[in-house]
């Protein structure tokens, strides 16, 4: 039975996830301070350490840093409020295994649990066996990679990506919520000339408008009340690397000032100090609103615009790349086998077909929940209807274009048609059919067709 020291000064909560780890059989330990945490890893040996970023006498990275010294085989777990993203993603790239953000969803407690014990008995394994054990990638990552789609929306936005990301111009996405903005950010920082510098993500929406200014530019010790220490703000911890601002139509105009201040004259100064801090970071941002609207009824400052937008790429909704529907999901599939430890083969003619019909309000992101809730209910070898959400069955994608080479009831005659249409070139076939290749052939098999 794995052994777990949980280091959390809410009492309730701490007790509240010691239940849940003890019920998925693990031993726990807690601590409510750094101090305790000290004196119970001298008493007894871990397996894993989940800390709380913020503690009552240190900071949870100190800590880590501090135990990753001295016991440098205990994979160590933070876990985070979504304003301190930032400062998780910088622990990563000083050794933590990986981060949890709250409020939890106890799936994926218990998947990065399970991926950092398995990380860390995969090191101590002889190296063979390590070696194939790394070919699966952990599942902090899987969040952040880019798919290459197939469709026409795809293939203009990876021009778009490769045109702009070795420059230093700002860059506007554009796109509806789950979308995918914060990975095309990410894509372009990791092919920018910036790369190995900090890649910081900050979600505009979540901080209230009292606390931006100690958000972005940080603060100093006893500026206001409740700075307790000195803080680093978002500006200063990208630094040579890239900000990415999310949802940036929900600033406040006030917001929006100081904002458009940094950006033109690349200095900032922390709340309460007189000192200025020259920064060097290229700025990305996002939004799903129309922000020229905004400008035009004055809710959004037009200078702040035209600094934000030197290029806009529009991050396409699912329905505009059909084909690539199931070019995600296989994907997703992927994933979720390695992070629930499963080997789903794949998805039924009829799952394909309701997935083709459906509008994908939500986009990738409901796409990518669906597929690894369907993944996690599967019991035999091809995901099912019977473990799709209720609303694939209320709403239905209207049948516009009767030509439309569509899967359907008749799906065994639709791809013969669509074969003799495309002169039996599979690739073209598929297009028409707007499936994957593998989909196809693994109809062909289905269907006995030569």
């Not at 709380?52 to 876990?79: H, Q, W």
């Not at 933590?96 to 399970?114: C, G, R």
């Not at 200014?213 to 630094?239: C, P, Q, R, V, W």
Request: hydrophobic content about 40%.
């Amino acid at each position: 039975m794995p052994k777990i020291l949980l280091i959390e000064d809410d009492i309730s909560f701490c007790k509240l996830l010691e239940k849940f780890l003890v019920k998925k059989a693990y031993e726990v330990t807690i601590a409510f301070s750094a101090a305790e945490a000290r004196l119970a890893i001298k008493k007894e040996s871990f397996d894993l350490i989940l800390t709380d970023l913020r503690l009552p006498d240190s900071d949870g990275i100190g800590l880590m840093t501090e135990f990753k010294t001295a016991y440098p085989e205990i994979p160590v777990i933070l876990m985070t409020g979504y304003s301190d993203v930032n400062t998780a993603v910088k622990a990563i790239k000083n050794g933590a295994a990986d981060y949890i953000s709250k409020p939890f969803n106890p799936d994926e407690v218990l998947l990065v649990i399970t991926n950092a014990l398995k990380s860390s008995e995969a090191e101590e394994e002889e190296t063979p066996i390590k070696e194939k054990k790394a070919t699966k990638k952990p599942a902090a990552n899987t969040e952040n990679e880019f798919v290459k789609g197939i469709s026409v929306a795809s293939k203009k936005l990876l021009d778009h990506i490769h045109l702009v990301s070795p420059t230093d111009m700002s860059v506007l996405i554009i796109g509806e919520s789950g979308t995918g903005k914060e990975i095309i950010a990410k894509s372009i920082h990791q092919q920018s000339l910036r790369k190995n510098n900090n890649f910081i993500a900050v979600d505009c929406g979540a901080i209230p408008k009292e606390l931006a200014a100690s958000e972005f530019f940080g603060h100093l010790k006893g500026s206001f009340t409740g700075a307790i220490s000195d803080k680093m703000g978002y500006f200063e911890a990208a630094n040579g690397g890239t900000l990415f601002l999310d949802e940036i139509g929900n600033l406040s105009y006030e917001n929006q000032i100081q904002l458009l201040r940094a950006l033109q004259e690349r200095k900032i100064k922390p709340v309460g100090s007189n000192k200025e801090i020259n920064v060097d970071i290229r700025i990305i941002t996002a939004t799903n609103e129309d922000l020229r609207e905004a400008v035009k009824n004055g809710d959004f400052r037009e200078d702040l615009y035209h600094r934000i937008n030197e290029f806009s790429i529009q991050s396409p909704s699912l329905k505009d790349r059909d084909e690539d529907l199931m070019v995600f999901a296989d994907y997703f599939l992927e994933k979720a086998n390695q992070q629930l430890n499963k080997d789903i083969i794949g998805f039924s003619p009829e799952v394909v077909t309701i997935f083709q019909n459906y509008n994908w309000p939500g986009n990738l992101r409901e796409l990518q929940n669906c597929v690894k809730r369907a993944t996690l209910l599967t019991q035999g070898d091809f995901i099912q209807s019977d473990v799709l959400p209720v609303e694939f069955f209320q709403i239905q994608k209207q049948q516009t274009n009767n030509g439309d080479f569509s899967l359907s009831e008749n799906e065994k005659e639709a791809i013969i048609h669509a074969l003799s249409k495309a002169q039996n070139n599979k690739s073209e076939a598929a297009k028409l059919l707007k499936i994957t290749r593998k989909t196809l052939y693994n109809k062909l098999k289905h269907y006995n067709i030569d």
